[in-house]
T-cell receptor
Framework: DTGVSQNPRHKITKRGQNVTFRCDPI?????LYWYRQTLGQGPEFLTY????????KSRLLSDRFSAERPKGSFSTLEIQRTEQGDSAMYLC??????????FGEGSWLTVV | QQQVKQSPQSLIVQKGGISIINCAYE??????FPWYQQFPGKGPALLIA?????SEKKEGRFTISFNKSAKQFSLHIMDSQPGDSATYFC??????????FGQGTRLTINP
């Protein structure tokens, strides 16, 4: 069990550029989540997959954000036309059941 | 709208003391209450969790106390150690798919 793996761990990008983060969940976990965390705040839910189906998206997930989970394995989170307000840590999590959710180390995004 | 309110924002405890962090929730439909521990630069790690059918759950030095009528739950860390210094988040489930988190408590254990 290698845990939830996220990469890159850190990304600095210029405003207006696109960025993509990848998440590899714990093997056999069929549920995958993306959260966003800013300094001094708790994680905020962005979206949820069960297998390859994206079942829920937060209102926080604007049209510039898109997430995919092809074949129900790894997932990607893409942010298009980044803005300074997108600077945050993007956390991926996975679980086998509805409650015991395990988080990855996060991917830090800085938009300059 | 914040559905889980956590206090205090920061807490300093002497080594060996008891650390207590409180949370209050609004939605009576919540039925799962975990606590997460987060170290700087790391993702949150599940520490302990409770369901509303019990009033207390203990795992080692960590205890959750749950008061369903008051819609409150708390984390108690007994014999607090410097290695416990971290940010702690309470959470509740919102629907079957996601957790809603409190604002976090930065805990510092002085040696």
């Amino acid at each position: 069990d290698t845990g939830v793996s996220q990469n890159p761990r850190h990304k600095i990008t210029k405003r207006g550029q696109n960025v993509t983060f990848r998440c590899d969940p714990i093997s056999e976990h069929n549920r995958l989540y993306w959260y966003r965390q800013t300094l001094g705040q708790g994680p905020e839910f962005l979206t949820y997959f069960q297998n390859e189906a994206q079942l829920e998206k937060s209102r926080l997930l604007s049209d510039r954000f898109s997430a995919e989970r092809p074949k129900g394995s790894f997932s990607t989170l893409e942010i298009q036309r980044t803005e300074q307000g997108d600077s945050a840590m993007y956390l991926c999590a996975s679980s086998m059941d509805v409650n015991t959710i395990y988080f990855g180390e996060g991917s830090w995004l800085t938009v300059v | 709208q914040q559905q889980v309110k956590q206090s205090p924002q920061s807490l300093i405890v002497q080594k060996g003391g008891i650390s207590i962090i409180n949370c209050a929730y609004e939605n009576t439909a919540f039925d799962y209450f975990p606590w997460y521990q987060q170290f700087p630069g790391k993702g949150p790690a599940l520490l302990i969790a409770i369901r509303p059918d019990v009033s207390e759950k203990k795992e080692g030095r960590f205890t959750i106390s749950f008061n369903k009528s008051a819609k409150q739950f708390s984390l108690h860390i007994m014999d607090s150690q410097p290695g416990d210094s971290a940010t702690y988040f309470c959470a509740s489930n919102q629907g079957a798919q996601k957790l809603v988190f409190g604002q976090g408590t930065r805990l510092t254990i002085n040696p």
